[in-house]
């Protein structure tokens, strides 16, 4: 396969990404830090160390705006100095983002600038908003998800505005580490045979 387009979220078991009232000063909304934890083992050889290492791996970033935004545009470095693609709606005159990022308005464009700068590294894609427009488009192609086991109740969800069709994925690997199990599903493309 080409350097996959490849999402990477942290995720409860209720499908929150954050808690709620997510907002910059509370990024994460109430409680929404707990999805987190795992990042505590990011230094180890254990399963979260190993998925922490792939994320830093990747080769560029596809970003929503809110995502963006939140996160203090990344000061313009999210990791090693790769390519930031910030998919958004519009682009205001003369909002220049920081350092290695730059905004994009079309998926597919979006995609393949992302593609090109990442050589044969994957892509990492943040946000639930750029998730669910790629999922749309049928640009993804894998979903990193970290599910952590607690119930949020409240927040934002990442999967909430797909549309009506479904989407078939196969789940191609399995890690079981301290309070989070990391799956990855390659996303079935329409029409392919279930």
Partial sequence: MHNPIRLYMSMSLDGYIAGPGD???QELGRDGGRLFNWLDDRESDDPSGQVYREALATGAVISGRRTFELAGRWQGDHHNGVP?????HQVDDG???????????????CVRQARAAAGDRPVMVHGAGAAQ????????????????QVLLGDGRRLFDHLGGDHIELDLVRRLEDRDVTHLRYRVRRPGEAV
């Fill in 84 to 88: 930031i693609l910030v998919l958004t």
């Fill in 23 to 25: 907002r910059p000063g």
């Fill in 133 to 148: 427009a790629l999922l749309r488009a049928g640009q993804m192609d894998e979903m990193e998800i970290h599910l952590v």
């Fill in 95 to 109: 909002d220049v983002p920081p350092g290695h990022a730059r905004f994009v308005t079309a998926v597919e464009d």
